[in-house]
């Protein structure tokens, strides 16, 4: 599989090349990053054998070539505010955040890709107009706004579902309704006009020749092809669902990622952040290789 | 009989996948003569239409020699390319994508005009399209009207206007009448051999439609894989074709 | 653009035919434009007709129900909410149209070049659009605000950072599928330099899906500066931002709805008719092509 | 003479229905498909004789529809019946077992993300002729070596991709035959294929329809294709038909002037005349209504008549039809 090696080659570099952008970006700030942690008024002397004893007066290549061999050991530094290693916030924090992307997603791309074949069949008859106009409304509503109406509804109004996340799963269904609201919205967009475009593709003229109904033509054939590109776009959405996943788990108060990724900013954490975001960063390319593998065995012109 | 273009052992391969080369075209030595129409006929895949972009260096050869009217071309840099970029004109095989969809025929026509600035002024330039446009037979009105609302047949013929739009000496039609039905490929063969006797031009005309080669060319070159097996006058190749392959593809046209 | 003589450049200039005839426009056209030009309208007129101040706070009259003094009513520190629904909106379309036109314009000469210049500009561009689109936006915005702290500028820039990828890569696609048409050859073989090519073939051909990218990118700015504003890094008070606005009365989401619907009604309008628009456009020139 | 008729079109008539106005493409067709014999239906692009094909086994693009006459199919363990009232069900049953259908583009024709022996055995599967796998299996490689495929065990598991046009046209016919049908429809079969390649295939589809008695229509713009393959010929022209005859007497004795200005502007190996005999201006707008002769703008001896009256379609020798006034002597 060269042409996999190759993927795979390309995202070490463009991981290379996040973890140059971060290291920058957070060296960049105007003001000297341990005298903002340990706010003004303390005496030059600490505020010196504090920036020694965090290695940040050695020359920035120098820093970045020990943060790069740490990183691929495993230690992604010390977090300032927490005095626990970045690595260890990150173990703890990662499963919420796990659980509620495979949550969200799985609504998601369930919903999403349900309604776009309906709406691709009853094509310009009722079913398909509704569909349609929920998916751009669905695609139109931001995060927060959808977890807020869901809380309001919900919990206060019929009171069915808690109102934040207590450890239990029923606790974690609002939140990944939220969540996958708006990649549902897209998922149904694309898979309509997959489908769609597949229609008119001359081997479902050879289907029905043969003697499948349109209905079975579409089922047997044309959905595979259309799902090529649904199965790329729903890996280009794990990253906006990372970011969605920042607010939903501030508004339900899950310790995920995003909240540790919020309080790093909060906090101005620096190696708590960059460890965050370079671990979401991974996260994202994992799934874009994940997504080039189901095509490669679903598309046999893709296997050189 | 003067030669316009010669060419020595082409070769041009392309790179497909990660180690396999496919040998397009395969050491090929080719003249083509002043006034004269040569035809390169062959099946898919033969390399007529690699040769003739070959030959007008719009690719680069692999190896090889190509000399137009005894000067070499084949070694020039892309700027010294272009005063030979005028003297030979392409006309297309696909009506519908040879013609910027968002350019009005007026400025289509121009284009060559403009970018050579052969007038000084609009008003000659206009002129000179109107001229053009009355060769091709196309009415004055289509000046202004876009591409798509136009026919296959009078689409071809807004691609030949701006091939000749800068007199060229040689003019090449690459599976031109192709894409088009009977009837209007008869009034397109017949507008390209008026304009050839007019004009004076010297044509290179790429096909695989065998029938169509005999009416419009003086010499013909049967090409195969990448390699010109049989050259000869219409007349001969036709009546006595000595090269097997040949004499397959004659006994293959449905009717005959 | 080499010296190069001005009959030339003017006819070059004068050659892109840009909207020369633009037919009448259906109404899924008309009406979306139509919303959005009303609410942009009111954003503009309102907070300077309306009595109240946007920003002034005014305890007295703290969170009176919506009637005639205050049409939607008053939030936490006395603020009429309806000014500054339009005034938040004035701010949010201003943080999402500049990054927008900005990625759209860096998307733009980023896919060209990725299509246009060959293998080198196309892995450099590849592996930058690459490494943007690696991270969740949200978390670039963070890196960002963590530096230069919770100021326009840096959500303007956050915002481009996110957007010009994706941008980048859909024109750099559209770019090569028009150099297989064989009206670039055409102009190859008659001599059109590079730069031309690009000036009258590639550009007025990328212009539809340039269009559409630029609708369907500003909603996407909306709902990032909204999102970021309710997270609390993004406009910063005393500053008026729709998504800041649903952060200061999220609090009070159960007893008064209300200071919550405005604003976010509000997103969600401006989201919907650009997304609708985007749509309609986009239909309107597969028709044309 | 209608019992032995396999298929008649009477005064069929396809129009694409728009939400305001409907356009006429088939303007009431007449056809008869003789069992065991391979019909032409022959014309210019935009003539309509792809849209007559498709309405027999009702694979109509969504925007078009039958709005008017009828589609007799007759057959002996169904007797007669009127395929365009057909509902979709019972339609598809019909088609892969009775009706089968070649298409021109053999490489979109073809299922990409299918093996090329599944999709033939799909046939069987689908229409309950072989339930056992194996045996199938077996009737697919069969079939495959019929068509001319070598090693048709291996090539069952061939990706349609790594197949060449030609041989894909194979798998087409194939898939067609598999269910031993009554009549085959080709749309341009070989169209998209290189001048040796389709020998090959239109030699195939000869063998097969005289192997099996089996009917075909097939449809082209190539006069040569009918020639060689056809016994009986229908010219069409924006929408009907304007002659119809055996091949030997449309070629010898060509009636309307239509068909006679398209068969002299074929050029011809061997014979190189200064210029191709052309017809003036070319094919109008579908949109254009005549209230004469179709044709009359562009033919070279019309006379009043031809303006202002529609030519029926008289019969002027055996088997021989023509629609023009001059064909009746005026």
């Known amino acids: 599989m060269p042409a996999l090696l190759r993927r795979f080659l390309g995202v070490v570099f463009v991981l290379l090349g996040v973890m140059l952008l971060i290291f920058i970006m957070l060296r960049i700030i105007p003001g000297d990053p341990v005298s903002v942690l340990l706010n003004e008024h303390v005496n030059p002397a600490t505020v010196e054998k504090m920036t020694e004893s965090l290695g940040l007066n050695k020359p920035l290549p120098e820093q970045f070539f020990s943060y790069l061999l740490g990183a691929l050991k495993g230690d992604l530094g010390k977090s300032y505010y927490m005095r626990k290693p970045v690595t260890a916030l990150i173990m703890e924090a990662f499963p919420y955040t796990l659980l509620l992307t495979v949550l969200s997603a799985a609504f998601a791309w369930a919903f999403g890709i349900g309604t776009g074949i309906i709406s691709a069949i009853y094509n310009n008859r009722l079913p398909d107009y509704i569909f349609r106009g929920l998916s751009l409304f669905g695609i139109s509503v931001p995060v927060f706004i959808v977890a807020l109406s869901l809380q309001y509804f919900i919990y206060f109004k019929l009171s069915l579902l808690p109102l934040t996340y207590n450890g239990s799963l029923q606790s974690m269904i609002l939140p990944a309704i939220a969540l996958g609201w708006n990649s549902a919205g897209s998922v149904a967009r694309l898979t309509r006009s997959s489908l769609m475009g597949e229609l008119e593709a001359p081997y479902i003229d050879t289907a029905r020749a043969k003697g499948l109904t349109t209905r079975q033509a579409i089922v047997r054939h044309g959905l595979r092809n259309a799902m090529l590109p649904v199965i790329t776009m729903m890996a280009l959405q794990l990253s906006s669902m990372l970011s969605g996943a920042v607010i939903t788990e501030s508004i339900f108060s899950i310790s995920g990622m995003g909240k540790l990724a919020l309080t790093a900013v909060q906090t101005r954490d620096m190696p708590l952040l960059q460890g965050t975001v370079l671990f979401m960063a991974f996260v994202i390319s994992m799934g874009n290789i994940l997504a080039d593998v189901i095509n490669t065995i679903l598309d046999p012109r893709l296997r050189v | 009989m003067q030669t316009l273009i010669s060419a020595r052992n082409i070769k041009k391969s392309f790179r497909i996948g990660r180690k396999k080369r496919f040998l397009a075209v395969n050491d090929v030595s080719l003249d083509i003569f002043k006034g004269e129409t040569l035809a390169l006929v062959g099946e898919s895949g033969s390399g007529k239409s690699t040769l003739a972009k070959l030959l007008m260096r719009l690719i680069k050869a692999d190896e090889g020699s190509i000399a137009f009217e005894g000067q070499e071309i084949e070694e020039l840099s892309e700027k010294e390319m272009l005063p030979f970029r005028r003297e030979m004109q392409l006309v297309f095989q696909d009506p519908a994508s040879s013609l910027d969809p968002r350019m009005n025929v007026r400025d289509i026509i121009a284009e060559p005009l403009e970018t050579w600035k052969v007038y000084d002024s609009r008003e000659k330039t206009d002129e000179r399209i109107m001229e053009l446009l009355d060769m091709v037979e196309l009415k004055e009105d289509s000046l202004k009207r876009y591409p798509r609302q136009f026919s296959g047949g009078q689409r071809q013929r807004i691609s030949i206007a701006r091939a000749i739009a800068v007199n060229p000496k040689l003019l090449v039609c690459d599976e031109s009448v192709s894409a088009l039905d009977v009837c209007v490929q008869a009034q397109i ?40 097996c049989e050259t000869a006058p219409g007349e001969k190749l036709f009546k006595s074709p000595e090269h097997e392959y040949t004499r397959y593809l004659l006994s293959s046209i449905p009717g005959q | 653009m080499s010296s190069s003589s001005p009959s030339n450049k003017e006819t070059v200039m004068r050659k ?109 561009v590849t592996w930058l659009s690459d490494v943007t689109l690696a991270f969740p936006g949200m978390l670039l915005a963070m890196v960002i605000m963590y530096s230069f702290g919770g100021s326009f500028s840096s959500i303007v820039i956050s915002i481009v950072i996110m957007e010009w990828g994706s941008i980048a890569r859909i024109v750099r696609s559209v770019t090569l599928s028009i150099l297989e048409n064989e009206y670039i050859l055409a102009a190859r073989s008659i001599g059109v330099k590079r730069f031309n090519i690009i000036i009258r073939h590639i550009i007025p051909n990328l212009i539809p899906t340039l269009i559409v990218l630029f609708t369907l990118n500003i909603p996407a700015s909306i709902l990032s500066e909204s999102s970021l504003s309710f997270l609390g890094i993004g406009i910063q008070p005393p500053e008026v931002s729709l998504g800041l606005m649903v952060n200061e009365s999220r609090t009070l989401l159960f007893n008064k709805p209300h200071l919550v619907l405005g604003p976010a009604g509000m997103i969600m309008l401006l989201v919907l008719s650009f997304n609708f628009l985007g749509d309609a456009l986009r239909d309107r020139f597969d028709q044309e092509v | 003479m209608s019992e032995d008729l396999l298929l008649e079109l009477r005064d069929l008539s396809v129009s694409i229905v728009g939400k305001k106005e409907t356009l006429p493409i088939v303007k009431g067709i007449d056809l008869h498909i003789p069992r065991g014999s391979i019909v032409g239906l022959v014309g210019e692009s935009g003539c309509g004789k792809s849209m007559t094909a498709k309405s027999i086994n009702n694979i109509l693009p969504p925007f078009a529809r039958v709005t008017g006459g009828s589609i007799i199919w007759r057959t002996e363990a169904s007797g007669e019946v009127d395929l365009a009232l057909l509902k979709e069900k019972e339609m598809r049953k019909k088609c892969g077992t009775e009706i089968a259908m070649v298409f021109q583009e053999p490489m979109t024709s073809l299922n990409p993300l299918m093996q090329v022996g599944e999709q033939i055995k799909e046939v069987l599967t689908i229409h309950g002729v072989e339930r056992d796998n194996k045996k199938a299996k077996d009737r697919v490689i069969e079939m495959l070596s019929k068509v001319g495929i070598a090693e048709p065990a291996l090539r069952y598991n061939a990706w349609p991709h790594e197949l060449s046009g030609g041989m894909r046209q194979r798998v087409m016919i194939a898939m067609a035959m598999i269910c031993q049908p009554k009549l085959l429809i080709a749309d341009e079969p070989t169209t998209a294929l290189d001048v040796t390649i389709e020998a090959q295939i239109l030699s195939l589809i000869k063998e097969l329809c005289r192997n099996n008695s089996m009917s075909a229509l097939v449809i082209t713009h190539n006069m040569g294709v009918v020639s060689t393959l056809c016994d009986y010929v229908y010219v069409m022209y924006l929408g009907s038909v304007v002659e119809s005859a055996p091949v030997k007497e449309l070629f010898n004795n060509p009636c309307h002037p239509y068909t006679r200005g398209l068969l002299s502007s074929i050029p011809h190996v061997g014979d190189n005349p200064e210029f191709l005999h052309t017809i003036p201006g070319n094919v109008p707008d579908m949109k254009k209504h005549f209230k004469g002769c179709d044709f009359c703008l562009r033919c070279s001896d019309d006379i009043k008549q031809c303006f202002f009256e529609k030519p029926a379609l008289t019969e002027t020798g055996a088997g021989h039809f023509v629609r023009c006034h001059r064909s009746l002597g005026a």
């Not at chain 2, 017949?190 to 009416?215: A, R």
């Not at chain 3, 909410?81 to 004035?90: E, L, P, Q």
């Open chain 2, 189 to 228: 063969l017949n507008l390209l051999k008026k304009l050839k006797q007019e004009m004076d031009l010297t044509c290179l005309f790429i096909s695989h439609d065998l029938s169509v080669v005999s009416f419009i060319a003086d010499r013909v070159c049967v090409m195969k894989d990448g390699e010109i």
């Open chain 3, 16 to 124: 892109v035919p840009l909207f020369s005839r633009m037919p009448i426009l259906p109404p899924s056209v008309t009406v979306p434009a139509s919303i959005i030009l009303l609410i942009i309208l009111l954003a503009l007129l309102v907070p300077i007709v309306s009595p109240y101040d946007a920003l002034r706070q005014n305890l007295t009259e703290r969170l009176s129900a919506p009637g005639t003094a205050h049409i939607l009513g008053t939030d936490a520190l006395g603020r009429d909410c309806f000014t500054r629904i339009f005034y938040g909106t004035r701010i949010s379309l201003f943080v999402a149209l500049i990054p927008t036109a900005f990625a759209v314009l860096i998307g733009m000469a980023a896919g060209i070049a990725a299509a246009f210049f060959g293998k080198a500009a196309d892995a450099l």
